[in-house]
């Protein structure tokens, strides 16, 4: 039996928005508890400050941070701006995702890829890794998903995953050959390989040009006002997520204007 797919209809929309902004709640958990090796499930969400109960009326998407002032009820200590932006980005990005989709693989695997690629951009931001908790189910579920796809195949979705892993893993041991010192790590191939199951190999290409020139102009300026040198080095993963959800969302329209440069 197949549940035939009605996009953007406001019933979908709603339930996009709604379950993407708790979704968003569970990611601040991910990015909080992942890099200190916690478990993500238990205990239930505590201040870190004082360690009182969250409880469940403090815990609603955005509006219990609006309510509260961004601060926690028992010990006023401040509660990250974090918090309600990643809910906000999670529930924002989901209802587009509902927009752009044309089947449910692709509804599902755009909410997935938009939610991994805010938590690796929230992790990567502030403790310089990509967990292989996150990319790795991630590069199996695009794999999985390719097969109830009507838009992707399962080869393009192997293809993606291989010129993702594999060109980022060739560009990191040539930059580490010339530049003499490490540019990107393993997390980062990885990432992008989870990106190419997702994306396919335009796609692939598409995150990796957009990050690079993000990274790229954020590097020049950081040079310019001489924060930093030659030798900074940038997470990476936070462009890449960048370039990942704006090659999810403008990757088709972007190579078409491409194409038609050449075949006007
Ligand atoms: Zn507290």
Redesign the pocket.
């Known amino acids: 039996m197949t549940i035939p797919f009605v996009s953007q209809g406001p019933f979908l929309l709603i339930v996009a928005g709604v379950f993407g902004l708790t979704v968003g709640s569970f990611l601040n958990v991910l990015v909080h508890r992942l890099p200190r090796g916690e478990s993500v499930v238990s205990p239930p969400s505590?201040?870190?400050?004082?360690?009182?109960p969250v409880r469940p009326i403090d815990n609603v998407p955005v509006l219990s941070w609006l309510l509260l002032r961004g601060?926690?009820?028992?010990?006023?200590?401040p509660i990250s701006l974090r918090y309600p932006s990643l809910e906000l980005a999670n529930g924002v990005l989901w209802v587009f995702v509902a927009l752009r989709a044309r089947d449910w693989a692709e509804l599902f695997g755009g909410a997935f890829l938009c939610s991994a690629c805010l938590a690796l951009l929230a992790i990567d931001a502030e403790f310089q890794i990509l967990p292989d908790r996150i990319t790795l189910p991630g590069l199996v579920i695009g794999l999985v998903l390719s097969f109830f796809s009507t838009t992707r195949s399962p080869v393009s979705a192997l293809a993606g995953a291989a010129v993702g892993a594999g060109g980022l893993y060739l560009v990191a041991f040539a930059y580490e050959r010339i530049a003499g010192h490490e540019g990107m790590g393993l997390g980062d191939v990885k990432m992008l390989g989870m990106i190419g199951s997702f994306l396919g190999p335009s796609g692939v290409l598409v995150t990796v040009l957009l990050s690079s020139v993000a990274g790229s102009v954020v590097g020049l300026v950081l040079i310019a006002l001489a924060k930093g040198d030659r030798r900074t080095r940038l997470p990476f993963g936070v462009f890449l997520s960048l370039g990942a959800v704006s090659a999810f969302f403008f990757g088709d329209a972007l190579m078409g204007k491409y194409r038609s440069l050449w075949n006007p």
Request: proline fraction near 7%; charge should be positive; charged fraction near 20%.
């Open positions: 505590h201040c870190p400050s004082c360690g009182a601060r926690c009820r028992v010990c006023r200590a």
